[in-house]
């Protein structure tokens, strides 16, 4: 049974996007949920939004059949599979954001909890996972029409990678790291033979205990190249072009573990223009010895403490907030204001695991970061349906949160459970796509965000046009502009990475500011703005690859235009 919600700061707030003909799932507080699709047959244990506005998502194979059949009797014919070698359901499909649609994708090996990266030409690298998958690379590119699936490689790999992480790097490549043990990183695509072989990283033998508390490392690219590595209860800055620990960070304070199991979320927060400095957030997780309780249906209550941290400062130390309540196996989306991140699904006890939570977290909370302590958690409206053990979220070019997944069981299990393995997919809107901000709402009209990417080199400038049909509170925003003598609210412009969620974690998910020059307003057209924002300088700042670009006018984003950087 869901908990009743609670209450909150402001107004009852609607969606201003609902989609046709779907019925909300709930709208009683801040922000709104809506119920896209009761089930798409698949649980989104993995989600990658692409810039062709398709979300990849996939499961794992060894389950048995899932709910989606393969087009025209195709069956996957496996003989290494564990569970059902000859199978004609899919564990894999790609759902299309715009017209609220699905279709089956085809994936031979296991890609149960694996990792992934968006290569800088589009197409999604998916490395690793467990049995027959665990080097494997599978690839699928963003094409229109209903046409691309998946690609695979057999042994790209140089170790197995489970509960791995990737975050890409300046030079395009994947830098994937950790997994079950597995003490060491590697690179993707191989550069030459040299990067045949696993590196050995001591960081990980130092973070293991008997609950493997490491697994899936949190890594934020830095702003001065070298990778922030979280496992754990600390972390380390690797330059990993030398193979070197160049920063060892202080424990977190208490020591209790963040990594999976004791899953708790991590991101980096939103870079300035020109940035100098770069924060990370850790939030929730679990206390020591909580996963093994759990096999004795022992839930001891998550923690309900976030660490923030400047990782560039001379002398780096942890400040300690409170969420409004505990949480484990949160997932942490940077919102394309860049003034709040949103901590959505997970529970309130337990781990991740078979049936190791007993508390679903039904409300997400919201962070404002540039709020004074004790001012930036905000607990938002509560869904109705449980996302435990494998749910996933991603942010939207529209601004909504896609969230899907939840399968605490072995297998596919829907009857007689208390949470059963959940299909469907849902959207949660923030407080910002409520239709009492309509006014505000900035809208680009070029270039058009229906068109094909616009490619951009770094520190080129480009001309965004927009349009407003009101004036915002001028309230300056982490990184924006100077507005126009008052016609218009103070405007920024934010830059968006789209992630790679899986188990509490969005790889690769990065949000910049940029530079903006004005805006000012175009004659003869009413409410009618163009402004000149500059891209990222290098490759260190903003990784080659597709992003979303958003015009925010106060702290209501327009819809994204997705950038091609390079």
């Given at each position: 049974m869901k908990p009743p919600a609670l209450p909150i700061r402001g107004l009852v707030l609607v969606l201003a996007l609902a989609c046709a003909g779907i019925a909300p799932a709930s709208g009683g507080g801040g922000g709104r949920w809506d119920v896209l699709q009761r089930s798409i047959?698949?649980?989104?244990?993995?989600?990658?939004?692409?810039?062709?506005?398709?979300?990849?998502?996939?499961?794992?194979?060894?389950?048995?059949?899932?709910?989606?059949?393969?087009?025209d009797g195709r069956c996957r014919r496996n003989p290494r599979e564990r569970v059902l070698p000859v199978d004609c359901t899919a564990h894999s499909a790609e759902y299309d954001v715009a017209s609220n649609t699905f279709r089956p994708l085809f994936v031979f090996t296991d890609t149960w909890c694996s990792s992934g990266t968006v290569a800088p030409d589009g197409t999604l690298v998916q490395t690793g996972g467990w049995n027959d998958g665990y080097r494997n690379v599978r690839a699928m590119r963003a094409c229109d029409g209903g046409s691309c699936d998946w690609?695979?490689?057999?042994?790209?790999?140089?170790?197995?990678?489970?509960?791995?992480?990737?975050?890409?790097?300046?030079?395009?490549?994947?830098?994937?790291?950790?997994?079950?043990?597995?003490?060491?990183?590697?690179?993707?695509?191989?550069?030459?033979?040299?990067?045949?072989?696993?590196?050995?990283?001591?960081?990980?033998?130092?973070?293991?205990?008997?609950?493997?508390?490491?697994?899936?490392?949190?890594?934020?690219?830095?702003?001065?190249g070298n990778l922030f590595i979280f496992a754990k209860n600390r972390a380390v800055l690797l330059d990993y072009k030398k193979n070197k620990i160049v920063r060892t960070?202080?424990?977190?304070?208490?020591?209790?573990?963040?990594?999976?199991?004791?899953?708790?979320?991590?991101?980096?927060l939103p870079l300035k223009p020109s940035p100098t400095e770069a924060e990370v957030l850790v939030c929730g997780g679990a206390p020591a010895g909580s996963y093994n309780s759990t096999k004795e249906k022992t839930f001891f209550p998550a923690l309900v403490t976030c660490g923030r941290i400047k990782i560039t400062d001379a002398s780096p130390a942890w400040v300690i907030e409170r969420m409004s309540s505990p949480r484990v196996m949160g997932d942490m989306i940077l919102l394309p204001n860049g003034a709040e991140v949103v901590i959505i699904n997970g529970a309130m006890d337990g781990?991740?695991?078979?049936?190791?939570?007993?508390?679903?977290?039904?409300?997400?909370?919201?962070?404002?970061?540039?709020?004074?302590?004790?001012?930036?958690?905000?607990?938002?409206?509560?869904?109705?349906?449980?996302?435990?053990?494998?749910?996933?979220?991603?942010?939207?070019?529209?601004?909504?949160?896609?969230?899907?997944?939840?399968?605490?069981?072995?297998?596919?299990?829907?009857?007689?459970?208390?949470?059963?393995?959940?299909?469907?997919?849902?959207?949660?809107?923030?407080?910002?796509?409520?239709?009492?901000n309509d006014a505000l709402r900035p809208k680009i009209t070029h270039p058009s965000p229906a068109d094909p990417a616009v490619s951009v080199k770094?520190?080129?400038?480009?001309?965004?046009?927009?349009?407003?049909?009101?004036?915002?509170?001028?309230?300056?925003?982490?990184?924006?502009?100077?507005?126009?003598?008052?016609?218009?609210?103070?405007v920024s412009v934010t830059m968006v990475a789209p992630s790679f969620t899986t188990h509490s974690f969005g790889m690769n998910q990065r949000l910049l500011f940029l530079d903006v020059a004005g805006p000012t307003a175009l004659h003869g057209a009413a409410g009618a703005y163009e402004a000149s924002v500059v891209m990222p300088a290098t490759a260190v700042l903003a990784p080659p690859g597709y992003y979303m670009v958003f015009v925010v006018n106060g702290h209501i984003p327009s819809e994204g235009l997705w950038v091609h950087i390079e």
């Open positions: 047959g698949v649980s989104a244990m993995h989600m990658q939004l692409l810039h062709n506005d398709r979300v990849i998502i996939f499961d794992r194979t060894d389950f048995g059949q899932s709910n989606l059949s393969l087009p690609n695979e490689t057999q042994d790209a790999l140089a170790a197995n990678r489970w509960y791995a992480t990737n975050q890409i790097l300046p030079d395009g490549r994947a830098f994937i790291v950790g997994g079950r043990r597995q003490f060491n990183y590697e690179f993707f695509p191989k550069a030459d033979a040299s990067d045949a072989s696993a590196i050995a990283l001591p960081f990980l033998v130092q973070t293991r205990d008997p609950e493997e508390n490491n697994l899936y490392p949190f890594v934020h690219l830095n702003i001065d960070y202080p424990e977190l304070a208490g020591g209790d573990p963040r990594n999976y199991p004791s899953s708790g979320s991590s991101v980096l781990t991740a695991g078979w049936e190791a939570a007993n508390t679903p977290a039904y409300a997400p909370v919201v962070y404002r970061p540039d709020h004074a302590p004790g001012d930036r958690f905000e607990e938002q409206s509560a869904t109705d349906i449980a996302r435990l053990y494998h749910s996933s979220a991603i942010l939207l070019r529209d601004g909504r949160v896609l969230v899907g997944g939840s399968n605490p069981h072995i297998y596919y299990n829907f009857s007689n459970e208390q949470y059963p393995t959940e299909l469907s997919l849902e959207a949660f809107s923030p407080e910002y796509l409520d239709s009492s770094y520190g080129d400038s480009m001309t965004l046009q927009f349009e407003v049909p009101a004036v915002a509170p001028r309230r300056r925003p982490r990184g924006g502009g100077d507005g126009d003598g008052g016609s218009l609210g103070l």
